[in-house]
């Protein structure tokens, strides 16, 4: 289905719903997000795919909402943590992946790209965010790049941005 849950044809990617005798019915005492995910008696898994001409389902990915990044445990959508740097004014672009911390288990890590001619440094972007966003959430490290890997519809390929930036806080 696509983000109006209407289905796509094949060969588009969308995505994976499902429903059943198995298929769980809701979460324990989260009555908007089992709401928002049992939509028309179909589990929206998160998951996005694409059938082929024969009718096998190929996985392509996750949502962006449904992306995960566990810093000490903790639950964080990276899509949470662009809202808030998409907020700042010299930002154009951004993509947040989970980097490894030898800290945390796991990091924080946002690609950026700045609107041209805007001047700000990775600490001014960090105190922005840090006055936004819960501090479990805000420990975050930033990379200015000049653009963002783009998949053919033109979103941003979260796959490649992790393959190229994804082995540390550094890189």
């Given at each position: 289905?696509?983000?109006?849950?209407?289905?796509?044809?094949?060969g588009?990617?969308?995505e994976?719903?499902?429903?059943?005798?198995?298929?769980?019915?809701?979460?324990?005492?989260?009555d908007d997000?089992?709401?928002h995910?049992?939509?028309?008696?179909?589990?929206?898994?998160?998951?996005?795919?694409?059938?082929?001409?024969?009718?096998?389902?190929?996985?392509?990915?996750?949502?962006?909402?449904?992306?995960?990044?566990?810093?000490?445990?903790?639950?964080?959508?990276?899509?949470?943590?662009?809202?808030?740097?998409?907020?700042?004014?010299?930002?154009?672009?951004?993509?947040?992946i989970?980097?490894?911390?030898?800290?945390?288990?796991?990091g924080?890590?946002?690609?950026?790209?700045?609107?041209?001619?805007?001047?700000?440094?990775?600490?001014?972007?960090?105190?922005?965010?840090?006055?936004?966003?819960?501090?479990?959430?805000?420990?975050?490290?930033?990379?200015?790049?000049?653009?963002?890997?783009?998949?053919?519809?033109?979103?941003?390929?979260?796959?490649?941005?992790?393959?190229?930036?994804?082995?540390?806080?550094?890189?």
């Amino acid at each position: 289905m696509d983000e109006f849950d209407h289905e796509v044809e094949a060969g588009k990617v969308g995505e994976i719903l499902v429903r059943g005798p198995l298929v769980f019915h809701g979460y324990w005492g989260e009555d908007d997000l089992t709401k928002h995910t049992f939509r028309d008696e179909w589990h929206h898994t998160g998951d996005a795919g694409r059938m082929d001409q024969d009718g096998y389902l190929w996985f392509a990915g996750r949502k962006a909402e449904k992306e995960l990044i566990k810093p000490g445990g903790e639950n964080v959508y990276p899509i949470e943590v662009e809202k808030v740097i998409l907020e700042h004014p010299s930002v154009q672009e951004v993509s947040v992946i989970g980097v490894p911390d030898p800290k945390f288990g796991e990091g924080i890590k946002a690609i950026c790209v700045l609107k041209p001619s805007a001047k700000l440094t990775e600490q001014e972007l960090i105190d922005f965010v840090g006055g936004r966003i819960a501090r479990y959430k805000n420990r975050v490290t930033v990379k200015f790049v000049a653009s963002l890997p783009k998949k053919e519809d033109g979103s941003v390929d979260r796959v490649k941005v992790k393959e190229m930036y994804g082995s540390g806080p550094k890189t």
